[in-house]
Every structure is written in C-alpha cells, then in structure tokens.
C-alpha cells in the first residue's frame, strides 16, 4: 500500500514518530545522545504495531495531507476500534441528522452536542499532548536532563493548564451524555441535564436499565466518572491542579526501548485524591498545614509521590477512550435511525464550471 499522507503520531511523555514513507520514520527528539533513530516500517498500515513492539503507548496520529491546511487529528483507542472518538463524532451527527429528520428538535440539539463535544475532547488531548512535547523540547536544550528529575518552568504551566481545559470539557461531554440518557429513558417528561442531578434522582427512584445501572457504577465513589468529576471540581470550586495540595513539577524521565534505545520523556503529575484536596480547601483544614508557612520549595511534590502520581496526559487519554466508548454505548438507546447527510441539488441549480 502506498504511503498516502504524512503522519507524525504522539507518544506518551511528548515523543513523536514523524513518518514520510517506508524509509524515513523515525523518533522524536531522538536517544539521550541527540541521534536520530530510525524504525523500519515495511507497510503504511503497520506503523502503530511496529510503535507499540517498541514498548511506546500511542496517544492519537495527525495526518497531513496539504501544507497549509490543519492536520486530520485522530486520538487512538487502546482496544477495539482505533479511531473510536473520531467515529463517535460522526455517528452522533448521524444521530443529529436522524432527529432533524423526524422532527425531534431536542433529539437533534443534544446529539449535535454531543458530536461536537468529543470533537472539543479529542482536540484538548491533542492541545496536552502539544505541550508535552514543548516542555520536553525545551528541557532537553537545558542540557540539564536527568532521570527522575523534578523541574518547572514556563512550559510546566502551559501543560497543567491544558490538561485543565480538558477536564472542563470532558465533564461537559459526560453531562452531554446524561442528558441524553435520560431525554431517551424519561421519554423527555422531565429534563435532567447533569451528573449530579441524576444522581439526586436515583436516591428516591434507584436505575432498573442495564444503562442506568452502569452508569450508577461508574459514578458512584471511586468509578472512573467520579474521579474525573472530582479533578473538574477541584478546578472550578478550590484551587489550580499545580497548587492545589503540594506544589507540582514535571518529572523527567528515561525509558528503555526494546530495541536498547534510550529514549526521554517527561512526565506531569496529577494530584492522586482531588476528593480530598477539594474538601481540606472548601472547609480550612488545608490551611492548617504548617508547610504553607515555609518557603515554597518545602512544599514541593516528593519525587518518590511525583513518580507514583498519575500521568496528566495518560489519564486525559483513558479518560477520552471512557468516555467515546460509554457514548457509543448510549447511542444504542437513540429512538431515531443515525441517517448519513446528503447534499441533493435542486434541479436547475447546479452548474459544473470548467
């Protein structure tokens, strides 16, 4: 198969593959002695496999078709199918399309929302994964690079306020998906329009649906819709991510490929209890911590915490596959066939100019 665009595909850490054709692929910024290294690729298709055997977790492609237009982003699913956000973006707008079709108006408004909203999602984890790069970039140009080093500066910022924007928009798309949910189960008697709402509901009325049960699941204290939730509300009810609990730095890193290859990669620690944070802020107690009198440097993340933290931009990315995945799911529940958009000219009012 022939090589049909550029692709340059993003790797956990802020690492690049950049691939041209069969002979130039290679990794980004290269080994810790500034080499490029390349990687044999024999087909176009069996780029992501060859990355993957390397020990590298792949977090979306762009592909580049024409130089002055914006790359075709795509995030990568970890199973199943590949481009799983991407298709939930299409297949909502089919969903859209069908409403508009029947005439449901509010059917059509929530899914046209819904298909924007994992676009804005799949964008924000490539605005992160951006950043990562940029902070890795510009820390190797120190000539500074040491393992398991902690560090901070302009670029640290920029990361923290990216992987931000996207628990903002990730909660938005979540309580997209509520609506939807119950829109199609209440048969659009009553209007819930959030998690926490539906939540509220459930306390008097508890879900008796297979849909309604897994949700209750994955909300409920420790799922991985509440913990998500729990990093949005610490941002918009306390405090920033970076100086919310111990002040957080970006950690550099060195992994070893399969192929001996020592490659580096940073790495932006997230807060690992939000639930708590948030709560020793809203009532005071966090104030009590005598560290806060000290200089800043006192109450730095430990490096052994650093390290053991989850990673911004692997979580961002879990959480965008979750997330694709739950609303395909829920587009099971739609009361209208997903129907693809036609363009059909008016007769008389299409004209082919040479």
Not at 311 to 333: I, P
Request: aromatic content about 12%; glycine content about 6%.
């Amino acid at each position: 198969m022939e090589w049909l665009s550029v692709r340059e595909v993003h790797i956990s850490g802020g690492v690049r593959v950049f691939s041209y054709n069969k002979s130039s692929n290679y990794l980004y910024p290269g080994d810790m002695g500034g080499e490029k290294t390349a990687i044999e690729v024999k087909a176009y298709g069996a780029l992501f496999s060859k990355i993957k055997s390397l020990g590298l977790e792949i977090v979306g492609c762009d592909f580049f078709t024409h130089s002055i237009t914006l790359p075709e982003w795509r995030s990568k699913a970890s199973t199943g199918s590949a481009w799983l956000t991407w298709e939930q973006g299409r297949d909502w707008s089919f969903i859209a399309q069908g409403a508009f079709k029947s005439g449901d108006s509010r059917l059509y408004d929530i899914a046209a929302r819904i298909s924007h909203q994992l676009r804005s999602c799949e964008w924000r984890v490539r605005q992160l994964s951006e950043s990562y790069m940029d902070q890795l970039n510009d820390k190797l140009k120190s000539g500074d690079f040491k393992s398991c080093q902690r560090f901070r500066d302009g670029y640290t910022e920029q990361c923290y306020l990216a992987v931000q924007a996207f628990f903002i928009d990730a909660c938005t798309l979540r309580d997209y998906l509520v609506e939807f949910y119950w829109y199609v189960i209440s048969k659009g008697d009553t209007r819930i329009t959030s998690i926490g709402s539906l939540v509220k509901s459930w306390r008097k009325i508890p879900p008796i649906d297979l849909h309604g049960i897994s949700i209750q699941e994955i909300s409920a204290k420790g799922g991985w819709l509440d913990v998500l939730g729990n990093y949005r509300n610490l941002i918009i009810h306390a405090a920033p991510l970076a100086m919310a609990g111990k002040t957080l730095y970006a950690v550099a890193g060195i992994l070893s490929l399969s192929n001996s290859v020592s490659l580096p990669f940073v790495k932006l620690p997230l807060p690992s209890d939000p639930e708590r944070l948030k709560e020793e802020r809203i009532s005071g107690r966090y104030f009590d911590d005598p560290l806060l009198n000290r200089a800043r440097l006192h109450n730095m993340i430990e490096r052994d915490e650093a390290l053991l933290a989850p990673d911004s931009l692997d979580y961002a990315s879990s959480c965008l596959e979750k997330l694709s995945a739950w609303a395909a799911s829920l587009a099971e529940l739609s009361p209208v066939a997903a129907e693809i958009p036609l363009m059909i000219p008016i007769e008389g009012s299409f004209e082919i100019r040479k």
